[in-house]
Every structure is written in structure tokens, then in C-alpha cells.
């Protein structure tokens, strides 16, 4: 048996080209967490909330090659809370868990399961150097609960995401996004400092950290059938 494990989401998740590179997303290595007989298509794309996957059509292009069986993981929310930009702000209370709905319903539609990952964390910390629980605003609490309301298989990646933060603090999480100096890569020649998209190390620590939601997630396991054994345990 073979499926098909579709992404939808953002920047985070989302494969980078060589002009933004080393920026990586999780969901360039969540493949090497699978067999052979799983193969995960990377929808995701940068800068994409709820909103403006759906208007751009982007999960009609993936109900056409969605079949049976398949998965849908769905992460968004660090592009739905910003106001100031209309073709992509979706209400955390009212048009983004209607979006998230629909997504939800697409994929039981087609005979597949969908899944819902709370938005993954950006590097902010409190006064008290602990992890922010407001980095994405309230996003993930509600993606929390229209799992719960909905029935639908959650993985929590944000708590995940601060946790590993926690651990290596401030100064230690920064190498897991991407901060270079000038001058240190060429397609950076002014550096960087950016606390909400990954460096390579940092996006294989994220797909590590999915690999691992799924392995714990209750409605799951024909998925969890195909992990491979690398999937337990996170190296700071």
C-alpha cells in the first residue's frame, strides 16, 4: 500500500529555491521520516494564509491529484493574523476556523484524512527568557480547539516547537533560524536576522518534531505504520 501525504501551509513548511537558500522549511525533510511506500507532496507555499490558499486555488489543485487514503496536513496562521494585509488576514475567532473547516472537509470528501498542525513557533521569548506563548498570537489555541470540536487528528507543533526553544534558550535556539552577517552567504550580502524561517538545521529539527506528533497522534495509524525508527528522540 502506498499514500500520499499532501502539505498545505507557509513559509515554514514550505521548499526553498536556491536564491533562498540555506532558508529551508520542515517539510523539505519530513520525507527522510517515511518508507518508500509514503510520499509527501509539498503544497505549502511562502507567504500563504488560509485566505489566500484557497482564493489562489490551491486546494482545488490538490483535490485533483488526492486520492483515497491520502493525507492532508494543514499548517497556516502566521500570515492570518496580519491586518494589515486583507488578501491574506483571517480572524483567529470567525474566517480562519471556517477556512480551516473547509480544508477539513475537502479531505474527508475525497476519502482521506485530514490533520491539523498548530503553527509552528517563531523565536520570541519573554522577559523571564522563556519561550512566548503569544508568538503566533492566538492562532494555535484555536487550531487546538477545532481539532477537538471537529474530531480531526492534531499535532501540536507549536508547544513542541517551544519546548525545544525552552531547552536551548535564547542564544542556543538561534542557530535553528536564520541569522547570518553580512557577508556570510551570497544570497544574504547585507545578513539576516530572521526568528520565524529555518535554517537547514533548524527545519530538520521542526520535520523531527512532526515525525514525532504523528507517532503519539491518536487517528493515525496507518500513517504511523511507515515511520522509520529516527523518528524518536530530538538532538538539541
Known amino acids: 500500500m502506498s499514500l500520499t501525504v499532501f502539505i498545505a501551509g507557509d513559509s515554514t513548511a514550505a521548499h526553498k529555491g536556491t536564491t533562498e537558500k540555506p532558508m529551508t522549511g520542515w517539510g523539505e525533510y519530513l520525507q527522510d521520516h517515511f518508507d518508500d511506500s509514503v510520499r509527501i507532496d509539498n503544497r505549502a507555499v511562502n507567504g500563504r494564509s488560509t485566505k489566500s490558499f484557497l482564493d489562489e486555488g490551491r486546494l482545488e489543485a490538490i483535490e485533483r491529484d488526492f486520492q483515497p487514503g491520502d493525507i492532508l496536513l494543514i499548517q497556516?496562521?502566521?500570515?492570518?493574523?496580519?491586518?494589515?494585509d486583507p488578501a491574506r488576514y483571517a480572524d483567529a475567532e470567525g474566517a480562519y476556523p471556517d477556512n480551516l473547516r473547509h480544508f477539513i472537509a475537502t479531505a474527508r470528501k475525497l476519502g482521506g484524512t485530514p490533520v491539523l498542525l498548530t503553527s509552528v513557533s517563531?523565536?520570541?521569548?519573554?522577559?523571564?527568557?522563556?519561550?512566548?506563548?503569544l508568538a503566533v498570537g492566538i492562532y494555535p489555541q484555536v487550531m487546538k480547539q477545532l481539532a477537538a470540536d471537529s474530531g480531526t487528528p492534531l499535532l501540536d507543533i507549536f508547544t513542541a516547537s517551544q519546548r525545544l526553544y525552552g531547552a536551548l534558550g535564547e542564544e542556543g535556539s538561534?542557530?535553528?533560524?536564520?541569522?547570518l552577517p553580512p557577508g556570510a552567504h551570497p544570497n544574504y550580502p547585507d545578513g539576516?536576522?530572521?526568528?520565524?524561517?529555518?535554517?537547514d538545521t533548524g527545519a530538520r529539527h521542526i520535520a523531527r518534531l512532526v515525525a514525532q506528533a504523528?507517532?503519539?497522534?491518536?487517528?493515525?495509524?496507518?500513517?504511523?505504520?511507515?515511520?522509520?525508527?529516527g523518528a524518536v528522540g530530538v538532538d538539541a
Open 214 to 229: 504523528i507517532r503519539r497522534a491518536e487517528g493515525l495509524d496507518t500513517l504511523k505504520q511507515h515511520l522509520l525508527g
Open 122 to 133: 517563531r523565536r520570541m521569548f519573554t522577559a523571564e527568557a522563556t519561550p512566548d506563548p
Open 174 to 179: 538561534r542557530h535553528l533560524f536564520m541569522h
Open 192 to 199: 539576516i536576522q530572521d526568528n520565524t524561517h529555518f535554517s
Open 76 to 84: 497556516f496562521g502566521h500570515n492570518d493574523g496580519k491586518q494589515e
